[in-house]
């Protein structure tokens, strides 16, 4: 083995056996107390923190925190020792000690302090925010976490492909990254959103089971639990594989690593389904947060011949909870978080000794009274929480209603990790700014149709082999059967306006391939950061990412993006256009 001449321990790994011991230790100085002649130091590195005890407080003059030393010295046992510290039995008495790196002597934040300083600071200098230990404790537990999955898959006999980064563009729901090249002026690759056509190709190209920790890339706005432009995903394909296949090797996947990363109390395989429509009846929402028991209902048969304006002619759902004794202020503060969505406010009731009293129990008829005592089976003192709007607007309220109910009334454990399919989706859905039919998940999944039910069928009714996995929450998984029929490809395309020429352009590869012999085939993809996010209980998702973009996309460390020189555009073949 190399020696290194720099350090014969790590710091935190010191221990009351080692007193005695002449040792050579490097890293940060954390920490600098001067008491009258003498000076106390903490020094670390990834591995902990170490006391220093220097009786010449001229050794370390001039010195500062955050300067990288090596000390050699002596391990001693501590006069004082210090119970929360893994080193806390003992202190190196230094003999020696040389500076490596100098740092200035004012930080843009202490380091100690680092997970609460504001965080665009943070990812400014965010190699001073990950010498914090709790924010790099998150990347080594990424880093373990991505060692436990490539193992986890190769047991489970999968093989580890790696597919192109400059592909081609390709309609998968989000905007693409463009990347120039000299080589083809006036042509573009893509960044992939998704390696979806290769790990296709591999299925065509006779690989039984394939997976990837795989880099992908969409150009969309940041989310808390979304990061803009990069992310990651262990992606996986199946051949000969049914749906069935899919969801037993993902729950066999999730509990294997569960066990191996957390305590926390989760879902046990198998986990739930809940088909796609029940989903949003009962959640109004594709991702419920299973930890919160609200449910959603629909009021609007009960007030379809309602006199109260607010509710005429508009989709009405509604929420039941126990809130206990609220006052007048905290019900109108719920109504405040729904107008903050665009929304047009919250009416509520309360149900008390057989009488209801809120904003709107004054419209209510004796027939609107009986209807909402049976839907929500009142027995006394309930609060119903009640939105409208035009249906689409109204659905969203719903779902911004329950989870903030389940957050305020301190409904879900935090410590819990629930886990449930949603199953089911439907394959086509009307676009929104034209009303003609569009794709409604994925359009290389396989509908749960015949070729002849294509036509048959009314196309909103049709559903596919689609399946996304919720955890807590948060969509951590999406895939489906594949479509490896030509045919059946062509026919679901031709009714999004897509003739067979444009897919030969858009999806030649596929389409060709698909020519010579594909097998059946699924497959899925994890969300990578989301199941770190979730595991490390985190509720943004750059904590949990090395060098994350802020949430306006930008990465602030290396001032990315960026102007490019003229020349480099002119070799490109680009013009700028002012917008």
């Given at each position: 083995?190399?020696?290194?001449?720099?350090?014969?321990?790590n710091?935190?790994?010191?221990?009351?056996s080692?007193?005695?011991?002449?040792?050579?230790?490097?890293?940060?100085?954390?920490?600098?107390?001067?008491?009258?002649?003498?000076?106390?130091?903490?020094?670390r590195?990834?591995?902990?923190?170490?006391?220093?005890?220097?009786?010449?407080?001229?050794?370390?003059?001039?010195?500062?925190?955050?300067?990288?030393?090596?000390?050699?010295?002596?391990?001693?046992?501590?006069?004082?020792?210090?119970?929360?510290?893994?080193?806390?039995?003992?202190?190196?008495?230094?003999a020696?000690i040389?500076?490596?790196?100098?740092?200035?002597?004012?930080?843009?934040?202490?380091i100690?302090?680092?997970?609460?300083?504001?965080?665009?600071?943070?990812?400014?200098?965010?190699?001073?925010?990950?010498?914090?230990?709790?924010?790099?404790s998150?990347?080594?537990?990424?880093?373990?976490?991505?060692?436990?999955?490539?193992?986890t898959?190769?047991?489970?006999?999968?093989?580890?492909?790696?597919?192109?980064?400059?592909?081609?563009?390709?309609?998968?729901?989000a905007r693409d990254?463009?990347?120039p090249?000299?080589?083809?002026?006036?042509e573009?690759?893509?960044?992939?959103?998704?390696p979806?056509?290769?790990?296709?190709?591999?299925?065509?190209?006779?690989?039984?089971?394939y997976?990837?920790?795989?880099?992908?890339?969409?150009?969309?706005p940041?989310?808390?639990?979304?990061t803009?432009?990069?992310?990651?995903?262990?992606?996986?394909?199946?051949?000969?594989?049914?749906?069935?296949?899919?969801?037993?090797?993902?729950?066999?996947?999730?509990?294997?690593?569960?066990?191996?990363?957390?305590?926390?109390?989760?879902?046990?395989?198998?986990f739930?389904?809940?088909?796609?429509?029940?989903?949003?009846?009962?959640?109004?929402?594709?991702?419920?947060?299973?930890?919160?028991?609200?449910?959603?209902?629909?009021?609007?048969?009960?007030?379809k011949d309602?006199?109260?304006?607010?509710?005429?002619?508009?989709?009405?759902?509604?929420?039941?909870?126990?809130?206990?004794?609220?006052?007048?202020?905290?019900?109108?503060?719920?109504?405040?978080?729904?107008?903050?969505y665009?929304?047009?406010?919250c009416?509520?009731?309360?149900?008390i000794?057989?009488?209801?009293?809120?904003?709107?129990?004054?419209?209510?008829?004796?027939?609107?009274?009986?209807?909402?005592?049976?839907?929500?089976?009142?027995?006394g003192?309930?609060?119903?929480?009640?939105?409208?709007d035009?249906?689409?607007?109204?659905?969203?309220?719903?779902?911004?209603?329950?989870?903030?109910?389940?957050?305020?009334?301190?409904?879900?454990?935090?410590n819990?990790?629930?886990?449930a399919?949603?199953?089911?989706?439907?394959?086509?859905?009307k676009?929104?700014?034209?009303?003609?039919?569009?794709?409604?998940?994925?359009p290389?999944?396989?509908?749960?149709?015949?070729?002849?039910?294509?036509?048959?069928?009314?196309?909103?009714?049709?559903?596919?082999?689609?399946?996304?996995?919720?955890?807590?929450?948060?969509?951590?998984?999406?895939?489906?059967v594949?479509?490896h029929?030509?045919?059946?490809?062509?026919?679901?395309?031709?009714?999004?306006?897509?003739?067979?020429?444009?897919?030969?352009?858009?999806?030649?590869?596929?389409?060709?391939?698909?020519?010579?012999?594909?097998p059946?085939?699924?497959?899925?993809?994890?969300?990578?950061?989301?199941?770190?996010?979730?595991?490390?209980?985190k509720?943004?998702?750059r904590?949990?990412?090395?060098?994350?973009?802020?949430?306006?996309a930008?990465?602030?460390?290396?001032?990315?993006?960026s102007?490019?020189d003229?020349?480099?555009?002119?070799?490109?073949?680009?013009?700028?256009i002012?917008?």
């Amino acid at each position: 083995m190399k020696t290194n001449y720099y350090r014969t321990n790590n710091c935190g790994e010191l221990r009351i056996s080692d007193v005695g011991k002449k040792v050579v230790l490097s890293g940060w100085l954390a920490s600098i107390r001067k008491l009258g002649g003498i000076v106390f130091c903490t020094l670390r590195d990834q591995f902990g923190l170490t006391q220093l005890l220097f009786e010449d407080e001229n050794m370390i003059k001039d010195m500062c925190k955050e300067t990288v030393v090596r000390i050699e010295g002596e391990v001693v046992e501590r006069s004082s020792k210090n119970p929360n510290m893994p080193t806390g039995d003992i202190e190196v008495k230094v003999a020696k000690i040389d500076v490596l790196g100098k740092c200035q002597p004012v930080l843009p934040f202490e380091i100690a302090n680092a997970p609460s300083t504001k965080e665009e600071l943070r990812l400014k200098y965010r190699y001073l925010d990950l010498r914090n230990p709790e924010t790099q404790s998150y990347i080594l537990y990424r880093a373990k976490m991505l060692n436990i999955v490539r193992n986890t898959m190769t047991d489970m006999g999968f093989t580890e492909v790696q597919t192109p980064i400059l592909a081609n563009s390709s309609p998968e729901g989000a905007r693409d990254f463009i990347v120039p090249t000299v080589n083809a002026p006036g042509e573009f690759f893509a960044l992939p959103q998704a390696p979806q056509q290769f790990k296709q190709l591999l299925m065509v190209s006779g690989f039984d089971k394939y997976f990837q920790i795989a880099p992908c890339f969409r150009n969309e706005p940041a989310r808390a639990d979304r990061t803009p432009g990069e992310f990651y995903q262990i992606d996986m394909e199946m051949s000969f594989a049914t749906q069935e296949d899919v969801l037993a090797n993902c729950e066999e996947f999730l509990m294997r690593i569960f066990k191996q990363l957390t305590d926390r109390e989760y879902s046990k395989a198998p986990f739930k389904r809940i088909p796609y429509r029940e989903a949003m009846e009962k959640y109004c929402s594709d991702k419920p947060d299973l930890r919160n028991p609200l449910i959603v209902h629909d009021l609007t048969k009960i007030f379809k011949d309602t006199e109260f304006n607010a509710f005429k002619g508009k989709t009405i759902k509604a929420v039941c909870a126990h809130v206990g004794d609220q006052s007048r202020k905290w019900y109108d503060e719920i109504g405040k978080v729904i107008v903050s969505y665009e929304g047009k406010g919250c009416a509520w009731l309360k149900y008390i000794d057989g009488q209801f009293n809120g904003s709107i129990a004054k419209f209510l008829t004796e027939n609107d009274t009986k209807a909402l005592i049976k839907e929500f089976d009142l027995k006394g003192d309930e609060s119903i929480f009640i939105v409208a709007d035009e249906e689409e607007m109204a659905i969203k309220l719903a779902n911004v209603l329950r989870n903030t109910l389940g957050e305020r009334l301190n409904l879900i454990d935090k410590n819990k990790i629930e886990i449930a399919w949603v199953v089911d989706f439907p394959f086509f859905e009307k676009n929104k700014e034209t009303g003609a039919i569009d794709f409604g998940h994925n359009p290389f999944s396989m509908p749960q149709a015949t070729i002849e039910e294509l036509d048959s069928k009314d196309p909103f009714e049709i559903v596919a082999y689609q399946y996304d996995l919720v955890i807590n929450g948060h969509e951590c998984l999406s895939g489906a059967v594949r479509n490896h029929d030509q045919d059946i490809m062509l026919k679901v395309f031709n009714k999004v306006g897509y003739d067979e020429e444009v897919v030969k352009r858009k999806f030649g590869a596929l389409y060709n391939a698909f020519s010579y012999g594909a097998p059946p085939h699924a497959g899925c993809a994890f969300g990578f950061d989301s199941l770190l996010m979730i595991l490390l209980n985190k509720d943004l998702m750059r904590e949990v990412i090395a060098f994350p973009l802020n949430n306006n996309a930008r990465d602030l460390l290396m001032n990315a993006p960026s102007k490019i020189d003229e020349k480099t555009l002119r070799e490109l073949g680009i013009q700028l256009i002012k917008k």
